[in-house]
């Protein structure tokens, strides 16, 4: 499973859209996901208090993991070329050892928004309430 980072430039082009994780300084560590003709950026989170996304370990009092709310649509061009490493490499295990749980779980996130969206149910649901997935409705084809 790849873990990289994104290049500046992509960091540089997503810190201006609605809902992203924008610490300049942090460096988020994500994991691209392919659905359909699309590549999603996952970042990992090291304080993840809900529940949208995979919870990898227990640290300093407070879930680190993957979220799913944050996710950002992205180009090969868009990562760096090295591998990111993680703090914990039982944080990476878990995460290795849960890829194929972790492209279905999204998958389903992304479904279930697109699902709603188009319904016009967004504003009334709480999961969804700060996903960066608002920036993507052309793409996902959503519309408006």
Wanted: charged share 25%.
């Amino acid at each position: 499973m790849k873990i990289r980072l994104l290049t500046e430039a992509a960091y540089n082009r997503i810190i201006t859209l609605k809902e992203t994780m924008s610490k300049k300084d942090r460096g988020y560590g994500v994991i691209p996901i392919k659905i359909q003709n699309i590549t999603f950026a996952i970042p990992f989170r090291s304080n993840m208090a809900h529940k949208h996304g995979f919870k990898t370990i227990f640290h300093n009092g407070v879930w680190n993991g993957v979220d799913y709310s944050k996710a950002i649509i992205i180009t090969e061009d868009d990562l760096q070329p090295k591998s990111f490493k993680l703090r914990s490499e039982a944080e990476y295990q878990k995460v290795k050892n849960n890829k194929d749980k972790i492209q279905r779980q999204f998958e389903k996130y992304v479904n279930d928004y697109v699902s709603q969206a188009k319904l016009g149910k967004l504003p009334n649901l709480q999961r969804f309430g700060y996903t960066t997935l608002v920036n993507y409705h052309d793409e996902l084809g959503v519309g408006g």
